[in-house]
């Protein structure tokens, strides 16, 4: 498991990790752990004041009426203190949910796109991004003009962004989508400006793959036009890296598996893999159809959160790819966000207007496409 405390004696506050309440509060975590992490010895798992960091989050959420909304590719040790944990789309849910209305504060543990996301929803609250370092390759191969080039150079089709753009992309869009929800918006979108073309940026990779299953439904008459997808030259360093050839052994080595792939990696893995959905759409699937034995073909820590959560699961990796940008988050500065109320994300009004626009316009698309769907199958039974 990655070492992700540092064991300097910055934190003399932080609790012994010996101490009998700690241990009695924490036990359960580093059994869990475990679950992800074989090797991880109880050693290990004091050195990393692990246990002293959970308890100390736990107090300072406590105390300062704080949540803390987490990624599915959070490592397991942050997940421990998540409130809640979920795919890109799920968390902004969270965030502006009943659930957490109450909350004065809260944490993203996540990359900054995400915080952006949570403040958008509510800015009302104070939302802190435990480390700016947080970025996304995705996120940063997008800036404004380049939608405003795109509004040039494909006059009157509907630009829409993915969630994982920053605030000033966003509020150029005309809607926003999520690996989730990506198919459904591009339908929605084209029926409502009555055109045959989208553009789905900035993830090369998630647009082609949803130009395949697009076509896919127009050849099975689910959709009564052909729609073209436009897209721009960004993608995941992650996903992007991973390789078909891959996939072919883990079926050789292991003839029953089943592989779970991310859209944002190239069609030909997608292909090749036997469900592709985000990260809680994979999560559903494991937890639907209970594989016995499975690849997820995403960053490595989701692997660790299906382990845990399903410790009769065979989990096969061909390599784990891990996401710079999402490790910059550990408990560490977590808490230090808590203790000091660091860093606040700070959105100019006029933007944090600007980009509710298109956040409202997917909401209100996936709404539309689920009526749309409910009154096929009401159809389909009739
Ligand atoms: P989802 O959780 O929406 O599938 O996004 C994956 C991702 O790469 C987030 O950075
Ligand atoms: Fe960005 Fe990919 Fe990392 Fe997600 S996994 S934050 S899309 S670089």
């Given at each position: 498991m990655d070492e992700l405390v540092s064991t300097d004696n910055?934190?003399?506050?932080?609790?012994?990790?010996?101490?009998?309440?700690?241990?009695?509060?924490?036990?359960?975590?580093?059994?869990?752990?475990?679950?992800?992490?074989?090797?991880?010895?109880?050693?290990?798992?004091?050195?990393?004041?692990a246990g002293p960091y959970i308890c100390a989050i736990e107090q300072l959420k406590a105390e300062k009426n704080a949540a803390v909304i987490g990624h599915n590719y959070m490592h397991p040790y942050v997940s421990f203190v998540c409130d809640y944990l979920g795919d890109s789309l799920k968390m902004g849910e969270a965030a502006a949910s009943e659930k957490f209305n109450d909350k004065s504060i809260i944490v993203n543990a996540g990359v900054k796109f995400m915080a952006e996301t949570a403040k958008t929803l509510n800015p009302q609250k104070k939302v802190l991004q435990p480390s700016m370092d947080a970025g996304c390759s995705l996120a940063a191969s997008i800036v404004p003009a380049d939608v405003d080039l795109m509004r040039v150079t494909?006059?009157?089709?509907?630009?829409?962004?993915?969630?994982?753009?920053?605030?000033?992309?966003?509020?150029?869009?005309?809607?926003?989508?999520?690996?989730?929800?990506?198919?459904?918006?591009?339908?929605?979108?084209?029926?409502?400006?009555?055109?045959?073309?989208?553009?789905?940026?900035?993830?090369?990779?998630?647009?082609?793959?949803?130009?395949?299953?697009?076509?896919?439904?127009?050849?099975?008459?689910?959709?009564?036009?052909?729609?073209?997808?436009?897209?721009?030259?960004?993608?995941?360093?992650?996903?992007?890296?991973?390789?078909?050839?891959?996939?072919?052994?883990?079926?050789?080595?292991?003839?029953?598996?089943?592989?779970?792939?991310?859209?944002?990696?190239?069609?030909?893995?997608?292909?090749?893999?036997?469900?592709?959905?985000?990260?809680?759409q994979m999560a559903d699937y494991v937890a639907t159809h209970?594989?016995?034995?499975?690849?997820?073909?995403?960053?490595?820590?989701?692997?660790?959160?299906?382990?845990?959560?399903?410790?009769?699961?065979?989990?096969?990796?061909?390599?784990?790819?891990?996401?710079?940008h999402m490790r910059q988050i550990n408990m560490r500065n977590v808490y230090e966000a808590l203790v000091h109320e660091q860093h606040e994300i700070i959105i100019p009004d006029d933007i944090l207007v600007s980009a509710s626009v298109p956040l409202q316009k997917m909401k209100t698309l996936m709404e539309r496409a689920s009526q749309r769907k409910a009154s096929q199958t009401e159809a389909e039974v009739a």
């Open positions: 910055t934190f003399a506050q932080l609790l012994d990790p010996k101490d009998p309440e700690v241990c009695q509060a924490t036990d359960h975590f580093f059994e869990k752990a475990k679950l992800a992490d074989p090797l991880l010895t109880r050693e290990q798992w004091e050195a990393d004041r494909h006059p009157g089709i509907p630009i829409v962004n993915y969630a994982n753009t920053y605030v000033d992309v966003r509020a150029k869009s005309d809607a926003l989508c999520t690996s989730s929800n990506i198919v459904d918006i591009a339908v929605e979108i084209t029926k409502e400006w009555n055109i045959d073309k989208v553009i789905l940026a900035p993830d090369q990779y998630l647009a082609r793959n949803t130009q395949i299953t697009l076509d896919g439904m127009y050849e099975r008459g689910d959709l009564d036009r052909r729609i073209e997808v436009i897209t721009h030259p960004g993608s995941c360093e992650v996903h992007e890296r991973y390789d078909p050839e891959e996939i072919k052994i883990l079926r050789i080595t292991h003839p029953d598996i089943v592989i779970l792939a991310h859209p944002e990696c190239i069609p030909a893995v997608i292909e090749a893999a036997d469900f592709s959905g985000s990260t809680a209970r594989p016995k034995i499975l690849a997820m073909i995403t960053e490595c820590a989701q692997g660790y959160q299906i382990a845990m959560a399903y410790p009769e699961a065979q989990i096969v990796s061909s390599s784990c790819k891990g996401c710079p």
